[in-house]
Structures are given as C-alpha cells and as structure tokens.
C-alpha cells in the first residue's frame, strides 16, 4: 500500500467510526411516475412571502433516477437552487463553478467549453473525443463542444454529481455529471420578466408566461436577450473586443393522457453571434519592421492587466445557432412506471479568426478558426419499481451523432516570411541578410519595375474531420433494503460505442499568392533568378506551417478513414446505513469511463475508453433542532488511459498531439447549510485532492511520474443570506457569496507547457478569489423586486491562459484574462 492509500484508509475509517457514534434516518426511496419539482426556498420574485424557517428546506434530487431527499443519496451531491442562480446573476454554468468546489468551467469561448470535475477533464474540442463530464438538461445528454454551454432559461435546480456515474449516467461521465432540471408547465397562470442594466454597456432581460390549457394540459414559454459592450477596447481602434450578444427561447407543453400517462414536449432555440474573445500580447515588439528576438525571455512577460491591448482578427466571430426538441412520457402502472426520453438536437458554431499573437502587425499574424455542426438523437425508456424490500431502475438508450469540424490556423504571407526568417528557411545571409524568401523576390520584382508582391496575401491551412457515432446501452440499478436500516445497491450498464472518423488535410490555401506567383513565373522572373543560381520556384512556395506532423505530410489532400468499436460494463456497489433518522453513512466502489475515440488533428489515431475508479466513503448527518445539516466524504481514485492534447514543443514549429497518461487522486468534499436563525442561513462547501501522475513521460521526454497534475489542493465557497420582514413595507434580502480556489500546482509537465510558475510578471496559476453580492427589496405582495448586484466586487482578474502557438516561430505570446469587477440593477415583475 502507497503511503497515500494509507493516509486515505485512516481517513476513511475515522469517517465510518465517527459516524458509527452517530445517531440515523430511513431511506425514503419510493419513485414516482412522474418526477415532481424539487420544493425550493421561495426567491425574493414570488407573490406569496414564505413562511417563517422552522426547519432546513427540504431538497428532493433525482440523482440515482428516483426521487431523494439529497440527506438520503448515497453520493457526494451538490445542489444549486434557482435562489443561488439569482444571488450571483448567474447566465450559465460558468458563472457558476467558483461556488461548486471542485467544478471548473473555462466558458470564455462559449463554444469551445471545457469542463472539469475532481481534477478529471477533457484537453481537446476535437469531434473526435468526448467530455470527461456529463451535461444533462432533463435528463437529455447534451453531448460535445459547442452545444454544451448554453444559457439559463427557467432552470429550476442544477445537481452536480461528483465522482463517476458510469451506472446512472452512461457513457463521459468519468469525472461526473452536472444534471440540469428546467421547471415544467404549471396548473395555474403566471407570468414574470426581469430587466438588467450594468456597467460596460449590460443589458439583460427575460420573461417567462405560464398559461394552463384546460384541467389536464399548460404551455409555458421564456424568453431572453442578453448583451454588453465588453470590458476590453482595442487601445487603436477603440472597438470593443470581448462583447455579448445573444438571445434564447424555450416553450414547453405538458398534457395528461386519462389517469395515468402525461407528456412533455419543449424546444429549445439560442442564437449566439458576437466578437471572438480577446488575446493581449505580452511580449515587448521592437518597433517595426524589427521582430521580436528568439527564444522568447518569458521571465520578461508584460502583464495584460496592465498594458493595452490591440488585434487586427480579420472576420473576429463567434457564432452558434443551437435548436433542439425534447418528448418525455411518464405512465404508471401498478407495479411501477415507465419513462419515455426522445431527443433532437441539432447546432452550428464557429469559433472565427481568434487572435492568437495578441498584435495589430500583419508580420506576426496569426489566428485560428473551429467551426462545427453537429445533429444527436437520443432515445431512452426507463423502468422503475419497489417494494417492501426493493427499488429497481432499469433501461435501455440508444444515441445517434453526426458531426462536422474544420480546423483552421489563417495568417499572412508576411507572418509566413517571419516564420521563414526565423527557422532559416529562407536564403542565405550573402542573398539576402534577412533571411527573407516572399520579401526577397517581391524586392527583385519591385527593382525590375514589376507592380507585383508576394507580401499581403492571405495563407490559409485546414483540417476538415467527420464523425459517426452511435452508442447503445443496458442498464439496471437495485437497491435492497436489507434492513430497516441497512441498505445495498448493485448497479451495472453495458455500453457499446461504434465511431466512423475522417481526416482531410489539404495543402496550403493562398489563391491570392498562386495567381501572383503564376504572373511572376510567366513573365520570366523566376527563370531569371534561376540564372543567377537562385533554384526559386511557384513550387518553392508550396509549403505548409500549421499541420505538419508526419501523418498530415504524408497524407496532403488525401481523405482517410477509419471505424472503431469499444464495449464497456460500468458498475457500482452502494452500501449505505442508516443509524437513526438525521445520520447515514455510505461506501461505494463505482466505475466512470469516456468513450475511445479519435484524434482530429492525427490521422489515423485512436484511443480507448478511458476508466476511473472511484471508492468513496461518506456521511450525511441532520440536526433538527439546530436547523443545520451536513455532508463528508473522502474518496481516491486511479485514472488509466487519460488522453490529452497538448502543444508539443519539440519540433521546430509547434504540433498539436495526443498523449496519454494515468493519475491517481485522493480528496475530502465537505459541505454544510444552517440556517442560524429565522431570517439568517449560512452555507459552507469545501474541496480537497491531491491528484497526481502514477505514471507518465512527456513528448520531451521529462519523466513527470509521481508529480503533480496541476489541480488545486483546496477550494472552497462560503455564502450568506439574511432575510428582514417588514411587513407592510415588504421584504428586504441580502445575499453573499464568496469563493477560493487554490494555486495550480506546479511540476515539470506544467512548466513546459506555459500553464503555471513562467514568470512573475504573470503570477500563472495563483490562487483566485470571488466575491458576488445582491440586495433587493420585494414588495408586500410579491409582485415587484427592486434589487442591485455585484460580481467580482474586489475587482480580482485573473490570467486564464497563455496562447503559445506563435512563441517559437514568430516570438509571440497572448494571454487572455478573467473578468473585472461588474455591477448592476435589477427589476422585476412577478404575477
């Protein structure tokens, strides 16, 4: 046993004796046919004040496909009400990962999310491989990258399970799932709007209109626009470079069918359409023409929050237009109940001309470009029963994906001539001292009285892939009563993934410089070169800079193809016990995986699922008369297989590969509510793992097992609420959140990727804080709420990551930073 298993098993041990002393409750696990909503805490927009807090609200999750109260989920859960989504003016889920310790969301691209749950997450936007994390809306996978991170419309609660769920969830859920749940067309009428108005331009308004149909059917629809002007300006142009612009709309309607059968169909639509994000360079230029020196002197880094920042992204865009439809049919029988999940969703997204150098010269040009469409269907049916002694759900699912994506890296052929000059691919000094090749001739050409140059035209280099993927499964998940007290839980789902991939990578695109290149040719120019010695050509100029690993040199213009399968059985043993009414202890042993797949930018790669598992042991524990309860768990977990793209720093010009790794971790989750008094509650969550490689060698070679994965030791959220009741004068509400995360842990691995300990200038990698605040004032009646809010109210930006690409070829490096202090005013009518 490592020392660090054995620190785990003390850990656990203690857990399970501190909660043996421990009174504890009975698992109340009766499913229902149709899953009612969770009972929430009023927010401060309802009619009807809520009644004084005698007890802690009571939260019911569908965590394990039934419906729990969360005390009574054998499974390390958080919760975040609709309240917690107001308090922090919250628009997606990452506005919402600082407050879920152990959640990391990077939301800065929209539609290049990713997403990271107990130090497991997915390096790669690639069609070709899979979250790491499940995304549920309704219990419908919301499947890869771009129709992933969508905005908030009429969510009721969100779970966040963390460790694997492999049995409950399916396929990508080796690190957890985050499960959405929307709230569902009502008996009775109502309607609700909100406008928001902040600083850097904020306009953000939604309405939702609930209207029943007769005794047995409702609609319900919502709507939101959100923009802003953004917080960075280009200090030359003064255009705003990181802006907001979307809108959403979802309408739902829900129908019973005689006693016993009900039905809900939604459809879900955003448009996304604004400015791509923005990159600041952090490297001093020279003025021009001089070019940064090689190799880049990073303990010389400027620091992007306090230089301007300035780009020429020539078509800067990031687009998504996301639709999808979704049928849920719930009947019960006598022995129990079945659920019917049927699916459709279907987006384009394109991630256009995002700056990559952070300059506004045409000689150090480069940006890059994903664009993706993407249509799933996915088909569920879900049994479930009990009885005295037994809870059983049980099911099958079958999803159909086809996607698209073209990858892009666009520059100049001036930016290409720096490139030639730097890795002494042009012609020798006595030719020409620069080292120049397009400069050299278009000088010959311009010297010779040609009005012809190679300089300023557009270069352009793509990987276009599809992919085919359909994955099937059986599942089924016990719990046996065995006592009063005692329960035990079996689980299992088998799942087959079949995956068709393509690859075509054609050789470089420059119609502008061909045609120039053909007039030169044709007029003598070269054939005069030629004579003097000077072997230059049009096929001289026939290269490429972006995809140049052996596979991709080998296989210019050539489509490739490849099909796979992988089968895989992911089970969970639960064993939970109930010492009186208010304690319960669990132990689990659970498997999670990520489907194999492909590498988009490797022909001809592929990899297989990648495995976790997860032991976890824990106790949830309730104090009535002290309105206060709390939830502990310590787990360890071994990840084998884990594919990661990276930079790969060891060729001239810098590849992007596929490497694979295995990590081992261990942790504690705590959480806590209390709610101290009648107007005040408090809530406490806290993380902690300490993840590393078991083994593991990168592509230069630096053996880094046994090292850090970089992961945060600690991270935690704290937050505050307190209620004044006026009566007449109405209610006044003041919230509080605050959240900490940790110092990326450096090691040799993160170093040479520029993720952390480079430079002082930039502090990569510290430990961040976040301080959102609300007040508002609610009228007698409930029907009006005046509020103002604060997000990141000390002002703490952070820098989210560095883009390297350009750092040994052009001697360019950007930074792209989190967001500044913003703040704002809320109204809101309610009937």
């Known amino acids: 046993m490592s020392p660090k298993q054995g620190i785990l098993c003390t850990c656990l041990r203690r857990a399970l004796l501190g909660a043996c002393a421990l009174p504890l409750a009975a698992l109340a696990q009766q499913p229902s046919p149709a899953p009612a909503a969770a009972p929430q805490a009023q927010s401060a927009t309802d009619p009807a004040p809520r009644d004084d807090a005698l007890t802690l609200d009571r939260i019911v999750v569908t965590a394990q496909s039934r419906e729990q109260e969360l005390q009574d989920v054998p499974i390390a859960l958080q919760v975040i009400d609709a309240q917690i989504i107001d308090d922090v003016a919250a628009e997606d889920l990452g506005d919402l990962d600082s407050f879920v310790p152990g959640l990391v969301v990077n939301s800065q691209q929209p539609t290049q999310p990713s997403f990271e749950l107990r130090g497991i997450s997915t390096d790669d936007f690639g069609i070709g491989t899979d979250p790491a994390v499940g995304i549920y809306v309704d219990g419908v996978y919301a499947g890869r990258g771009g129709g992933v991170l969508l905005p908030f419309t009429d969510v009721e609660r969100i779970e966040v399970l963390k460790g694997p769920q492999g049995t409950l969830f399916g396929r990508n859920t080796a690190a957890g799932a985050i499960s959405i749940i929307t709230r569902k067309p009502g008996n009775e009428q109502e309607a609700r709007a909100k406008l928001r108005l902040g600083n850097y331009g904020k306009q953000y308004f939604e309405a939702m209109f609930n209207q029943p149909v007769g005794e047995e059917s409702a609609f319900r629809i919502n709507g939101l626009f959100n923009h802003s002007d953004g917080w960075i300006q280009d200090a030359v142009t003064g255009e705003d470079l990181n802006p907001e612009n979307n809108w959403a709309t979802r309408a739902a309607f829900r129908t019973r069918f005689g006693d016993n059968t009900t039905a809900t169909i939604s459809w879900d639509h955003e448009s996304l359409d604004q400015r791509a994000v923005a990159t600041t360079g952090i490297v001093a230029l020279p003025p021009a023409p001089g070019i940064p020196g090689l190799p880049v ?16 992204a020539v078509g800067s865009s990031e687009f998504r237009r996301f639709d999808g439809v979704t049928l849920i049919v719930d009947h019960a029988f006598e022995w129990g109940g079945l659920t019917s999940t049927t699916s459709w969703r279907d ?27 993407n249509t799933s269907a996915y088909q569920e049916f879900k049994f479930r029963g009990s009885s005295d002694r037994i809870d059983w759900v049980a099911g099958a699912s079958y999803f159909q994906e086809s996607a698209d994506q073209t990858s892009e890296v666009n ?40 009005p012809l140059s190679l300089m300023g035209h557009r270069w352009n280099e793509k990987f276009i892939n599809t992919g085919e993927t359909k994955a099937y499964a ?6 046996w009563h065995a006592t009063d007290r005692l329960n035990l839980t079996f689980g299992l789902r088998w799942t087959r993934d079949e995956k068709d991939f393509s690859w075509l990578n054609n050789p470089r695109s420059a119609p502008t410089l061909d045609a120039t290149l053909a007039q030169l040719d044709a007029i003598g120019l070269f054939a005069a070169l030629n004579q003097m010695g000077l072997p230059i050509s049009p096929e001289t100029f026939m290269f490429d800079i972006a995809f140049i690993d052996p596979p991709a040199m080998l296989n210019k213009g050539v489509l490739n193809k490849a099909s796979n399968s992988w089968t895989d059985l992911s089970p969970r043993f639960v064993v939970d016990y109930h010492f009186n009414d208010e304690t319960m202890a669990y132990a689990s042993l659970a498997k999670g995986y990520k489907a194999g797949g492909f590498n988009s930018l490797q022909i001809g790669s592929d990899f297989d699922n990648e495995d976790v598992w997860n032991f976890e042991t824990g106790i949830k524990q309730a104090f009535p008369d002290l309105r206060l309860s709390y939830n502990a768990s310590a787990f360890y977990y071994v990840y084998d297989n884990r594919q990661a793209v990276r930079l790969d720093m060891t060729t001239s010009i810098p590849r992007y590969v596929v490497d694979t790794s295995d990590l081992e971790a261990y942790g504690l989750d705590f959480d806590t509510r209390w709610q101290v008094t009648d107007g005040l509650a408090l809530d406490f969550n806290a993380s902690y793992i300490d993840s590393t490689y078991k083994e593991y060698i990168t592509p230069e070679g630096i053996d880094v097992s046994g090292q850090a994965t970089g992961i945060p030791k600690w991270s935690a959220a704290v937050g505050l609420d307190y209620l004044w009741r006026m009566n007449d004068a109405g209610d006044l509400r003041f919230a509080l959140r605050h959240a900490y995360r940790g110092a990326t842990r450096c090691s040799d691995e993160s170093q ?35 509020a103002v809010y604060g997000r990141n109210l000390f002002d703490h930006q ?7 690409y350009g750092k040994t070829v052009l001697g360019t490096v950007g930074a ?3 967001e500044p202090r913003t703040y704002g005013v809320e109204v809101a009518v309610k009937f």
């Open 474 to 479: 059986v599942f089924g998940d016990v719990i």
């Open 297 to 312: 002197d990073e303990s010389a880094y400027l620091d992007p929050r306090e230089i301007p920042t300035v780009s020429d």
């Open 411 to 450: 520059t100049y052929t001036d930016a290409v001539d720096t490139i030639v000059r730097n890795l002494g691919m042009g012609l020798p000094p006595f030719v020409d001292p620069q080292g120049r090749l397009f400069g050299f001739v278009s000088d010959v050409a311009a010297a010779n009285g040609i």
């Open 347 to 373: 987006y384009d997204s394109a991630n256009a001309a995002v700056d990559e150098d952070g300059t506004n010269r045409r000689d150090l040009y480069v940006d890059s470009t994903n664009t993706e469409s």
């Open 752 to 786: 040479s990727q520029g993720t952390c300990g480079i430079s002082e200038a930039l502090d990569l990698g510290e430990s961040q804080q976040l301080t959102n605040a609300r007040f508002a004032w609610t009228s007698p009646r409930g029907h009006w709420t005046w």
């Open 798 to 804: 952070y820098i989210n990551s560095l883009g390297t």
């Open 816 to 818: 792209r930073v989190s």
